[in-house]
């Protein structure tokens, strides 16, 4: 089944303590981008990816880093997380440009 | 920059009556648009999508959307909706920046159904 697949789907964690958000997608798609949901303001992009080894930053990429060593994973790194990252994130693909995203079913973080 | 309207924040209808949520969008090229649905806890499901052609275009569970240049907006419709159909809306416009395919989403709009 074609899919994209987050984990965890639910982290409670302390301000400061480094965390991983993994994603990864089936579908051999090019592009990859974090999104955060907050009430009211829909979703941001945070970072997107174009390819292995190509990343750049959205609207929103203060406090977060990701990588792309392989095309069908892109993580998203909170190296010292604070309670305004409190958020629903996610990942999300799509094979080439102009063309339809498809999502994961998101990561509910909340940070005290 | 682009832009996504959705001006109503929440809507209750009726089971079996007829429903349209407004998009209104505002980007400098030709939009790519979609609708995704949201159900509570869930991640996003794409409705429908207008890339380019028929400005009237259908998508799952019954729904349709009309793109109106001249109006710039994408309406989301539905005849006859159902207890099921009770979720969050969102509205998005693609844009296309310097390699970027990001997704410029509205805020949402919140539909409750009623018996």
């Known amino acids: 089944e074609a899919q994209v697949t987050q984990n965890p789907r639910y982290l409670i964690t302390v301000t400061g303590k480094k965390l991983t958000v993994t994603c990864s997608q089936n579908?051999?798609?090019?592009?990859m981008s974090w999104y955060r949901q907050d009430p009211g303001l829909g979703l941001r992009q945070i970072y997107y990816?174009?390819?292995?080894?190509?990343?750049d930053k959205g609207d929103v990429p203060e406090g977060y880093k990701v990588s792309r060593k392989e095309k069908r994973n892109f993580p998203l790194i909170l190296e010292s997380p604070s309670p305004n990252q409190t958020s629903l994130y996610f990942c999300?693909?799509?094979?080439?440009?102009?063309?339809?995203?498809?999502f994961g079913p998101g990561t509910r973080l909340t940070v005290l | 920059a682009q832009s996504v309207t959705q001006p109503d924040i929440h809507i209750t209808v009726s089971e079996g009556a007829s429903l349209e949520l407004r998009c209104n969008y505002s980007?400098?090229?030709?939009?790519?648009l979609f609708w995704y649905v949201q159900s509570p806890g869930q991640g996003l499901q794409l409705l429908l999508k207008?890339?380019?052609?028929?400005?009237l275009v259908q998508g799952i569970k019954g729904f349709e959307a009309e793109f109106k240049r001249s109006q710039s907006s994408f309406n989301l419709r539905k005849p006859s909706v159902h207890w099921s159909d009770a979720a969050e809306y969102f509205c998005?416009?693609?844009?296309?920046?310097?390699?970027?395919?990001?997704?410029?989403f509205g805020t949402g709009t919140r539909l409750t159904i009623i018996p």
């Open positions: 990816s174009m390819n292995v080894e190509v990343t």
């Open positions: 998005a416009v693609g844009v296309t920046n310097f390699g970027n395919e990001k997704l410029t």
């Open positions: 999300a693909s799509m094979r080439g440009r102009r063309d339809t995203q498809y």
């Open positions: 579908m051999n798609h090019e592009y």
């Open positions: 207008y890339f380019s052609g028929d400005t």
């Open positions: 980007y400098g090229a030709t939009p790519y």
